[in-house]
């Protein structure tokens, strides 16, 4: 097993409420799962193959909850990256060279028996996790905004994080409220003003090594 970890930023868009039930281990508000997830890598490595500035995004679909499988999956790669920097990439999205279940990835790759062709394209992407606003796309394949979730009263930005002692993904996240499209690839999404989050990760085969 090739061994990689990195440190990233994350940003998320699902299709469910504020906080997304998979965070608290139940099942989906609209019963499928679906999500946008954009990771721009600020260091790590994979091998020898410094992973540092790449970008990557993955879109996804479940008919059920994620752990019911029969998903689909399509990965984006920033065509910036080099070959090796794209084997790299590829197989740590997929769920290679990971120990069983030990990430979000190997989950999301071993759940979705569908898997598209990888695109190689530009991805555009700018956020603020501290302040919950931003944006990440990919023209002709998906738009993705954040901004934070407003009071329900005053629609003052409401500040909420979540906390995962043992999480695959991340150890903290903040919450924030997304809207995203997909324009193209194999997976058609749509979501207004549902669950997202931006976490910074820090991961490696074995799992999160910490926050």
């Not at 994350?10 to 608290?24: D, I, S, T, V, Y």
């Not at 809207?179 to 820090?202: P, Q, R, Y």
Request: hydrophobic residues 40%; contains cysteine; negative net charge.
């Amino acid at each position: 097993m090739t061994e990689w970890k990195l440190q990233a930023e994350e940003l998320a868009n699902c299709n469910c409420n504020f906080g997304c039930p998979c965070q608290f281990s139940v099942l989906p508000t609209h019963g499928n799962c679906e999500a946008v997830a954009v990771f721009d890598i600020e260091s790590g490595h994979y091998g020898d193959t410094d992973l540092a500035g790449v970008r990557a995004a993955g879109v996804y679909h479940w008919p059920g909850a994620i752990h019911e499988g029969n998903g689909q999956m399509q990965l984006i790669i920033d065509d910036s990256a080099t070959p090796d920097q794209r084997t790299a990439i590829q197989a740590i999205m997929m769920g290679e060279d990971t120990d069983e279940l030990a990430t979000m990835w190997y989950v999301f790759s071993a759940m979705s028996p569908t898997k598209y062709e990888t695109l190689y394209v530009p991805i555009e992407a700018n956020w603020n996790r501290e302040e919950r606003t931003g944006f990440a796309k990919v023209s002709g394949v998906f738009d993705v905004k954040v901004n934070p979730i407003p009071h329900i009263v005053s629609g003052a930005p409401h500040r909420a994080s979540i906390h995962l002692p043992n999480g695959f993904e991340y150890r903290h996240a903040e919450a924030a409220s997304g809207t995203a499209k997909t324009t193209g690839g194999e997976i058609n999404l749509t979501f207004d003003a549902t669950h997202a989050h931006l976490a910074h990760l820090n991961i490696s085969g074995h799992g999160v090594l910490g926050a």
